[in-house]
């Protein structure tokens, strides 16, 4: 035991790369870990949860926390980390807005349980078994975590106190934030660790991008052999860069890629779809409702476009159908 502040590092529902992001602090990692207690990191090392359920309230200095929450186990671990932290901070697009994973919201989970263990071409399910919470095998009970019918971010969990957005975030970021905490000089609580700009903002390109921009067509990237030094937007082609805060270092514009808006909304937005939506108004070249029509039909799946990291976040949160959430909050 040391006396080094306490850190967690945990991931809920996570592809992993919010954890990479953090290897990905190169030789900084020993600094960090030097100067910290690392009690827990799932995916580097051997710790275990009743080691953490044994501590004292607010014994952890700081947890970060990766990944969204849709099952009972993300949930105990993210309310368990919480009670246990006296700084929680959201790591990456899942857990500050649901990120990709929250397009399933866009389906209900009879849907995804259908296909995903009964319709799928290469299933083979001959008893039609579905995954369930309880089962009894041999006179003796397992138990799986209960699966939710909705993605939900981290903050619609548990009290969450800084957000770093990002698919993932990049490795500066987490050590600026990691730095703030150890020299106590954090912004106020629900402050978001990126700078308050849009990305047109920092955007290299943001010189080519006219004043007034008047579109015809709307084009996607994979459709054209796009300029790598002129703005997307002029050229046509979708990128949500005017509605998405800046911070990512230009990640995807720097390799001719549009941005898809993995920061998130920017400063004051609640809904960054709707944001990019009205932008996307007032660049259309069209004279009346039909031609409008006519050019948003062109984009495929917008909504899975614009809330391709956001959905559970956004006012829509989810496809209407009725039920509410199993979510025990
Ligand atoms: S934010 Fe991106 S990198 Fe991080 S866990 Fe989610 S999908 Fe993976
Ligand atoms: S619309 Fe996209 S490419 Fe154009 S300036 Fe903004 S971020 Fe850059």
């Given at each position: 035991?040391?006396?080094?502040p306490?850190?967690?590092?945990?991931?809920l529902?996570?592809?992993?790369g919010?954890d990479?992001a953090v290897v990905?602090?190169?030789?900084?990692?020993l600094q960090?870990?030097?100067?910290?207690?690392?009690?827990?990191?799932?995916i580097?090392m051997?710790?275990?949860?009743?080691?953490i359920e044994?501590?004292?309230?607010?014994e952890i200095?700081?947890?970060i926390?990766?990944?969204?929450?849709?099952?009972?186990?993300q949930e105990e671990m993210?309310?368990?980390?919480?009670?246990?932290?006296?700084?929680?901070?959201?790591?990456?697009?899942?857990?500050?807005f649901g990120?990709?994973?929250?397009?399933?919201?866009?389906?209900?989970k009879?849907?995804?349980?259908?296909?995903?263990?009964r319709?799928a071409?290469?299933?083979?399910?001959?008893?039609?078994?579905y995954?369930?919470?309880?089962?009894?095998?041999?006179?003796?009970?397992?138990?799986?975590?209960?699966f939710?019918?909705?993605?939900?971010?981290l903050d619609?969990?548990i009290?969450?106190?800084?957000?770093?957005?990002?698919?993932?975030?990049?490795?500066?970021?987490?050590?600026?934030?990691?730095n703030?905490?150890?020299?106590?000089?954090?912004?106020?609580?629900?402050?978001?660790?990126?700078?308050?700009?849009?990305?047109c903002?920092?955007?290299p390109?943001?010189?080519?991008?006219?004043?007034?921009?008047?579109?015809?067509?709307?084009?996607?990237?994979?459709?054209?052999?796009?300029?790598?030094?002129?703005?997307?937007?002029a050229?046509?082609?979708?990128c949500?860069?005017?509605?998405?805060?800046?911070?990512?270092?230009?990640?995807?514009?720097n390799?001719?890629?549009?941005?898809?808006?993995?920061?998130?909304?920017?400063e004051?937005?609640?809904?960054?779809?709707?944001?990019?939506i009205s932008?996307?108004?007032?660049?259309?070249?069209?004279?009346?409702e039909?031609?409008v029509?006519?050019?948003?039909?062109?984009?495929?799946?917008?909504?899975?476009?614009?809330y391709r990291?956001s959905?559970?976040?956004?006012?829509?949160?989810?496809?209407r159908?009725?039920?509410?959430?199993?979510?025990?909050i």
């Amino acid at each position: 035991m040391t006396n080094k502040p306490k850190v967690a590092i945990c991931w809920l529902g996570s592809c992993g790369g919010c954890d990479e992001a953090v290897v990905d602090l190169n030789e900084a990692i020993l600094q960090v870990a030097d100067a910290v207690e690392i009690i827990l990191w799932p995916i580097a090392m051997d710790f275990k949860y009743h080691n953490i359920e044994a501590m004292g309230d607010n014994e952890i200095t700081l947890s970060i926390i990766n990944g969204h929450v849709r099952n009972s186990e993300q949930e105990e671990m993210a309310k368990l980390l919480r009670k246990k932290s006296q700084i929680v901070l959201a790591l990456g697009s899942c857990a500050c807005f649901g990120g990709t994973p929250g397009l399933a919201n866009f389906r209900t989970k009879e849907d995804i349980f259908n296909w995903v263990y009964r319709d799928a071409p290469t299933v083979i399910n001959p008893k039609g078994n579905y995954p369930q919470p309880e089962v009894q095998v041999g006179g003796r009970e397992l138990t799986l975590p209960e699966f939710y019918e909705d993605v939900h971010t981290l903050d619609q969990v548990i009290d969450v106190d800084y957000y770093l957005p990002g698919c993932p975030p990049p490795p500066e970021l987490i050590l600026n934030a990691i730095n703030a905490v150890l020299e106590e000089k954090l912004p106020p609580k629900g402050s978001t660790l990126t700078p308050h700009k849009p990305l047109c903002d920092t955007c290299p390109r943001n010189e080519t991008k006219p004043d007034r921009l008047a579109l015809k067509e709307i084009k996607r990237i994979h459709e054209v052999d796009a300029d790598p030094n002129t703005c997307f937007l002029a050229q046509g082609i979708l990128c949500l860069g005017p509605a998405t805060r800046t911070g990512c270092g230009e990640a995807c514009i720097n390799i001719n890629i549009p941005c898809r808006g993995c920061f998130g909304p920017v400063e004051g937005v609640v809904d960054g779809g709707t944001k990019f939506i009205s932008s996307l108004a007032s660049i259309l070249d069209a004279e009346d409702e039909e031609e409008v029509k006519r050019v948003v039909d062109t984009i495929d799946d917008l909504a899975g476009y614009l809330y391709r990291f956001s959905l559970p976040a956004s006012l829509l949160r989810r496809r209407r159908v009725g039920e509410e959430t199993n979510l025990k909050i």
